[in-house]
C-alpha cells in the first residue's frame, strides 16, 4: 500500500484537498416518474380513456399486425423510440385486460 507523502512526482502528488460534493442538478431528475405525476396520468387515461390512434393501435396489435401499428404510432407521436415505448405500454394493457377477463 502507498504512503501518501506531499511528493512532486507520482500519482499521489501535489497538495492533498476535498473533492467538492454538489448537489445533483435538477435536470438529472427530469423524466422520473413521482407519485403525484403517477397519480396524475392515471386520473387522466381514467376519465379520457385512449385516443383514438391508441385505438386503432391496439385492435391492429390483437390481429398480430404489431409492424403496422408500431407506422402508425410513429406517424402520431413523431420518433420511432417514443412509438416503441408507446406501443409497449398499450401491448401491457392489453395484457392486463386479458388477465382480468380471465379473472372473471
Do not use: W
Not at 381514467?46 to 401499428?69: G, H, I, N, T
Not at 420511432?80 to 405500454?89: L, S
Request: net charge positive; glycine share 4%; with cysteine.
Amino acid at each position: 500500500m502507498a504512503l501518501h507523502y506531499l511528493m512532486a512526482m507520482g500519482l499521489n502528488k501535489g497538495h492533498k484537498v476535498m473533492k467538492n460534493v454538489s448537489k445533483l442538478r435538477h435536470s438529472h431528475h427530469r423524466g422520473c416518474l413521482t407519485k403525484h405525476t403517477k397519480f396524475v396520468q392515471d386520473t387522466i387515461r381514467e376519465v379520457c380513456a385512449f385516443a383514438p390512434y391508441e385505438q386503432y393501435a391496439m385492435q391492429l396489435y390483437k390481429v398480430s399486425k404489431d409492424k403496422r401499428a408500431l407506422k402508425c404510432i410513429k406517424k402520431r407521436v413523431g420518433t420511432h423510440i417514443r412509438a416503441k415505448r408507446k406501443r409497449e405500454g398499450l401491448s401491457n394493457v392489453l395484457a392486463a385486460m386479458r388477465k382480468a377477463a380471465a379473472k372473471d
